[in-house]
């Protein structure tokens, strides 16, 4: 993806926002859909495991700007866009894993749906497990079921926005501004969580360009 390494760029909390620049906005849509068509195909025609435990770490060492340069400001429902939010849930999680276990860990407890079962994090969910599902999740674009893989992110999503949203109801009175900015996760976590579930739907009818 990129033909140097640097260090790792680390992203707060503002990490869900857009990136901007001043490119042609054609040039970026056909390099977004080329390069996540050409590494998607490669990669699944032949999952050598040492390329895609690579593909996997490559934010790790390299940081997500490289990642966020070629498909960050692709459409959501789209291949590009739809590899972008995985790198970039896998990137938050392993960023802040016990903030992120502890949201999802109360968004377990409080659903009343089926997404922790497809979310698939071992249970209970601390720091480490959290961090396995979203290494699994990656992985599973690139060698499982690329539906069932945008499904799990989703799933996890949907938990992540319940979390949020319970805790914030807890801070509304005591803390309003903790209140705020967890209500404004919850909201953007719910918003991914539909993105993927979309893009799921798409890979399906073979429409996911």
């Given at each position: ?123 209970p969910t601390g720091p480490d497990?959290?961090i396995v599902l979203a290494d ?37 009175a005591a803390e309003p501004e ?32």
């Amino acid at each position: 993806m990129a033909e140097h390494i640097h260090k790792p760029t680390k992203f707060p909390n503002r990490i869900f926002e857009a990136f901007q620049g001043g490119e042609d906005p054609a040039t970026i849509s056909r390099v977004a859909h080329e390069t996540a068509n050409a590494l998607l195909s490669r990669v699944r025609a032949d999952p050598d495991p040492e390329v895609v435990e690579r593909l996997v770490a490559y934010t790790d060492e390299n940081g997500i700007d490289a990642v966020a340069e070629l498909w960050s400001r692709a459409t959501p429902r789209s291949l590009p866009g739809a590899l972008w939010r995985i790198y970039l849930l896998r990137m938050l999680i392993r960023q802040d894993p016990t903030g992120t276990s502890f949201l999802f860990q109360r968004g377990v407890e409080v659903a009343r749906t089926i997404d922790p079962v497809v979310a698939g994090a071992a249970h209970p969910t601390g720091p480490d497990e959290i961090i396995v599902l979203a290494d699994a999740i990656l992985r599973g674009i690139y060698t499982g079921d690329f539906a069932v893989a945008l499904d799990r992110a989703a799933a996890f999503c949907r938990v992540m926005s319940a979390g949020a949203t319970s805790l914030a109801d807890d801070a509304d009175a005591a803390e309003p501004e903790r209140a705020a900015e967890l209500t404004r996760r919850a909201l953007r976590f719910a918003e991914m969580g539909g993105e993927l579930t979309a893009c799921a739907r798409l890979w399906r009818t073979h429409s996911l360009d």
